[in-house]
């Protein structure tokens, strides 16, 4: 090889490095922004999109928890006082659904946790003391009211069944829509008689759609209904 085209093929190699020097983007400038200090980790990635599950997604907001109670409260009102029982049940609903909605509404926008679904068992420890506390004073804003005693009694029954899932989900993750789903309809059967045992494809299609979902496993499900039942209907009995 002459020297005129060694001396050509370094400055072809310079002129590459250097190309390449000026095209390459520093580490730091591609790397992800760190997450706040504190903040929770995103919601499960497992979870199936609403797109592919339309159906399931539908049973799953349908039977929130929340849903129950803003039914439940007032309807128990309804039949035991009235219209000064709807104002009860409208009451007793603010501690027992809307309150804590606002609970895990304000944790979700502060990534305490994913959502407010709050799918992470781990997420569950954190956020349900908040709800716990809504639902106690509400227990005892109602009792010191002299609130009617199948308001007292639902509520109690309710408080119930969340300190025994708390206990539970520090092991291990049940679910609580089921729980809650369960627990009303115990609660309905021992005011109404048999007949709101017609509800209970609609409490079997909630505990579906939270596998489909992969919220669950059907051992979690059938444990949370199972845990609904047994501890309200006997607290409510007692109490009502």
Known sequence: MTNAAHAARQVQGQGFEVQEQNTAVPAAATAAPAAPP????????????????????????????????????????????????????VFTAVFTAVLPTLILGFGERRRYWGDRHVRRRQDRIVAAPGVVASVITGTT????????????????AMLAVLLVLLVITFFWKVSVHCA??????????????LWPLLLTPLVALIGWSRVRLRCHTAGQVIVGTLVGAAVAAPVFGLLR
């Open 38 to 89: 504190g903040s929770a980790r995103p919601a499960s990635q497992d979870v199936v999109p609403r797109g592919e599950a339309r159906l399931a997604w539908l049973l799953s907001d349908v039977g929130e928890p929340r849903n129950w109670m803003l039914v439940l409260a007032p309807l128990l009102g309804r039949h035991t006082d009235g219209w000064t029982g709807i104002g009860w049940g």
């Open 180 to 193: 809650v789903a369960a627990a009303s309809l115990s609660v309905l059967v021992t005011v109404f008689g």
């Open 141 to 156: 804003l109602l009792y010191g009211l002299e609130a009617p005693a199948v308001m007292t009694a639902m509520v109690t």
